[in-house]
């Protein structure tokens, strides 16, 4: 890299790479029809365009993803478009120029950039977010570093994620804490039942309500506000996991008023994978311990939570890109697509012989993420079934109260995949 070439590219870093062009993942001439659409749809309704098969080809245009199979396990994690790749592939050579000077002296100045466009995302404050690998990473640091004593309450479900009902169960084992589990109906129309399903389990010893806010097993979203607002009013703390929400459906935090949050952004965010964040209530900071302990392990400044080391700045350089990505498309345009792309496929296979849906169709309660069971035949065989016959990729789930294939479409799944995906689900549902 040129000399000049390089001040270029230390600038840019203060501003993420600066603002995210069309041309950078579109051909030029695609870029520049593409413009002039977004131009065109700007002051359309977003229920609208979800419908709009012409618009969202351009989307799908900006992926790199196989044309020989279809991939509708997205809610595991997602690909990125080809200018988050780009932009990470670029920062990892940049680092490698000289690594100790690349890294510590520029690199490392830039995350203060991603922290502020996430913060305004999220509607919090930046110096209410640290960056982190994922979800999983994000809330073990929460449940691992609140004082909690012996006979403390937590109130969680069977349907929470494996890794953060593991990480209670070690506080259960170590503090002698007390873990009141609920069970909750899949699906469910009635989101007033689960709030008080929640709120008649709260007593005086209730320390903290820990709320999945999109069950990744079905897709099903939790009612976090109402919850969290009756935990508040009786002096309860609100964790809330977003691993399935955060650039999916749109809100922001400062609306939902929990008081942890953790979100992956390699799922419908579209960054880098390995790339998350942690929220923290700027009151509840100095409480809160780190996971990996700095000099001051009571200070009330986020990046506390940061101490990791030697870590992958490319990966979190790149989440610039990938916030630019998202906010072209829009979070309500995107969230109306995805709501409409689930809905299109189950309407078809919701009267399938023998089928279940456990995901609901209320806007409220679900967006992209459907899962659907076939009587008397085994989820894992329907997943194998789709895939070997169809080319068609999900995810079996079997867990609790749950037992099904479970369907992510994302903004670059068109809907000539949907209809082979139905075609598939008919045949199984006919075997």
């Known amino acids: 890299m040129v000399a000049g070439s390089r001040r270029k590219f230390i600038r840019q870093i203060g501003g993420i790479a600066g603002t995210l062009s069309l041309g950078a993942f579109l051909e ?31 989307i799908q245009q900006a992926f790199t993803v196989s044309p020989n199979m279809i991939n509708l396990n997205n809610g595991g994690v997602s690909p990125q478009p080809k200018s988050v790749q780009d932009a ?12 100790s000077y690349t890294m510590w002296r520029h690199l490392d100045q830039g995350r203060e950039s991603v922290r502020r466009d996430l913060a305004k995302l999220a509607g919090c404050e930046p110096g209410e977010i640290a960056i982190h690998r994922n979800t999983t990473e994000a809330l073990a640091t929460i449940v691992l570093g609140l004082q909690l004593k012996k006979g403390d309450e937590i109130i969680l479900t069977k349907q929470d994620y494996p890794n953060m009902i593991n990480t209670w169960k070690q506080r259960e084992a170590r503090d002698g804490i007390v873990l009141k589990w609920l069970d909750l109906p899949m699906p469910f129309e009635d989101s007033d039942a689960i709030v008080k399903q929640f709120t008649d389990a709260f007593t005086r010893n209730t320390r903290l309500v820990h709320i999945t806010h999109m069950i990744n097993w079905s897709g099903m979203i939790l009612p976090a506000k109402q919850i969290a607002a009756e935990a508040h009013r009786q002096g309860i703390e609100v964790l809330l996991d977003g691993a399935h929400t955060f650039a999916h459906i749109d809100y922001n935090l400062k609306d939902l008023d929990c008081d942890y949050f953790g979100t992956s952004l390699h799922k419908w965010m579209c960054a880098p994978f390995g790339s998350g964040f942690m929220f923290v209530k700027k009151d509840k900071i100095p ?4 996971l990996f302990p700095g000099p001051e392990p ?26 630019r990505f998202h906010e072209m498309i829009g979070a309500k345009r995107k969230e109306e697509r995805l709501r409409y792309l689930k809905n ?30 076939f ?11 789709l895939y070997d016959k169809h080319k068609i990729h999900t995810v079996s789930i079997k867990w609790e109260n749950i037992d099904g294939v479970r369907i992510t479409p994302h903004v670059y799944t068109a809907i000539r995949d949907l209809d082979l995906l139905v075609d598939g689900l008919t045949g199984i549902s006919k075997a």
């Open 344 to 373: 299109y496929w189950a309407e078809k296979a919701k009267d399938l012989a023998g089928a279940k849906l456990f995901t609901s169709f209320q806007p409220a309660l679900s967006c992209a993420i459907g899962t659907i069971g």
């Open 298 to 323: 009571n200070s009330p400044e986020i990046t506390k939570y940061e101490h990791l080391g030697t870590r992958n700045f490319p990966i979190e350089q790149a989440i610039g890109s990938a916030i």
């Open 88 to 99: 990470m592939i670029r920062y990892y050579q940049y680092a490698n120029e000289a690594p």
């Open 28 to 58: 030029p001439a695609f870029a520049a029809g593409f413009q002039e659409r977004l131009r065109d749809v700007e002051h359309r309704d977003s229920l609208d365009l979800a419908k709009d098969e012409d618009f969202w080809s351009y």
């Open 287 to 290: 409480a809160l311990y780190p």
């Open 375 to 385: 009587e008397g035949k085994e989820s894992g065989k329907v997943a194998t079934d």
